[in-house]
């Protein structure tokens, strides 16, 4: 029996490289512009995370404008309601997700609708019949029902309304899907006929997804492990293991050993190993704390030596970097957290607070690093007021 191959050892900067280059954020402008730069950024990405917070610009156009600097809001809107390129589901939160990639997404729809959905048990037949009925007649919005009786909310951010509630379920069903946004109003249609489908595709296997999330982290992470591959989906975890173990034999994967990392494990394709030119040490990134470079903390952590404090929900006497700080990406390295919050009535980004972190806190070549921040503070808030 062939013994398993002993880790390559890279060093936390060379795994920076690789997985900055995986996020394309080591470039200006890697998928150009429009709704196809859209498509074609979800689509590397694998899913763009949804979120409601809106104190600076959503988390969803933030991560687009990291990777898009000519990005608009409408080009999501296009490629969403128009294109139809992309769609919303939940990857490990509410995202937008490649079209191409619904199938993979299927069995989970299945299951809803054969087992429910623990977050909506709540939800009664007629509720579910009533908002399909109105649905089967013509897209709909939570607004354009006017008839619920509101009820008390099981748990903080459940609605009120049955009818929002009833919507809810049929959109993680796959009964419905959301075929229009404006701001965070949802338009719900039937899946088959926003899609222009007589039914749905066949669902992708078990062992097919298996293979999706491996390829998907692989493509936009560059270095993985387990928990990055299964990131809040453990019970994968044992079949990602094993198909990682079989790729190794086949020479397809390459063990790594990330300094620092200890005995967690690593793997890479060859080809993301091969060195590759750094980002240019003036290129800045004012990242959303929602950012795939960002979410996975540990990860974060361990290969930029930047632990994020996400302080929304923790009282103003106990915050250190600030209510809804944002990490600065200059170059390969993270230098400072921005809290910043946008005054849409003033027409003004307003700075509440600058804390320099890692490389940021050398007084050595700061004043360089403040104009380049700056000047990217400059676009930033230009992007946040357009529109």
């Not at 009820?151 to 609605?159: A, G």
């Not at 298996?210 to 387990?226: F, H, N, W």
């Not at 990055?228 to 994967?253: F, N």
Request: with cysteine; net charge positive.
């Amino acid at each position: 029996m062939s013994r398993a191959p002993k880790p390559l050892p890279i060093t936390t900067t060379q795994a920076r490289q690789i997985w900055l280059h995986a996020q394309r954020l080591d470039e200006r402008a890697p998928f150009g512009d429009g709704a196809q730069a859209v498509a074609d950024a979800v689509a590397h990405l694998g899913y763009v995370q949804i979120d409601t917070i809106n104190v600076i610009e959503r988390c969803h156009h933030h991560i687009l404008f990291n990777r898009i600097p000519s990005y608009r809001r409408a080009d999501l809107r296009h490629a969403q309601s128009v294109d139809k390129s992309v769609f919303e589901y939940w990857t490990h939160a509410l995202s937008y997700v490649p079209a191409g990639d619904l199938r993979f997404f299927l069995p989970a729809m299945r299951e809803h609708r054969r087992e429910g959905h623990k977050w909506f048990a709540s939800v009664k037949p007629a509720d579910t019949r009533k908002v399909m009925r109105l649905v089967r007649a013509g897209p709909l919005t939570i607004r354009d029902i006017e008839d619920d009786v509101l009820t008390e909310k099981e748990h903080l951010w459940q609605s009120r309304k049955p009818s929002k509630r009833a919507l809810q379920l049929a959109f993680y069903t796959g009964a419905v899907t959301v075929s229009e946004r404006q701001g965070m109003l949802k338009t719900y249609e039937l899946m088959t006929r926003h899609f222009g489908w007589d039914k749905l595709p066949k669902p992708a296997s078990a062992r097919d997804i298996t293979a999706y999330l491996l390829d998907r982290a692989l493509r936009s992470q560059g270095v993985v492990s387990l928990d990055s591959v299964c990131h809040l989906d453990a019970p994968r975890k044992p079949a990602v293991a094993a198909l990682i173990a079989s790729r190794v034999r086949r020479g397809e994967l390459v063990p790594v050993a990330i300094e620092s990392a200890g005995k967690q494990e690593h793997w890479a394709l060859p080809a993301a190993l091969e060195p590759g030119e750094r980002a240019p040490p003036d290129l800045v990134h004012i990242l959303s704390p929602f950012d795939p470079l960002i979410i996975q903390r540990k990860r974060t952590n361990l290969i930029f030596g930047y632990n994020h404090l996400f302080e929304a929900y923790v009282p103003k006497a106990k915050r250190k970097l600030g209510y809804f700080a944002l990490p600065v990406l200059v170059g390969d390295e993270i230098v400072a957290a921005l809290d910043l919050k946008t005054d849409r009535q003033a027409k003004k980004l307003l700075m509440q607070k600058w804390t320099w972190v890692g490389e940021g806190k050398k007084t050595v070549g700061r004043k360089e690093l403040k104009r380049v921040i700056e000047e990217e503070l400059d676009r930033f808030e230009k992007f946040q007021l357009a529109e």
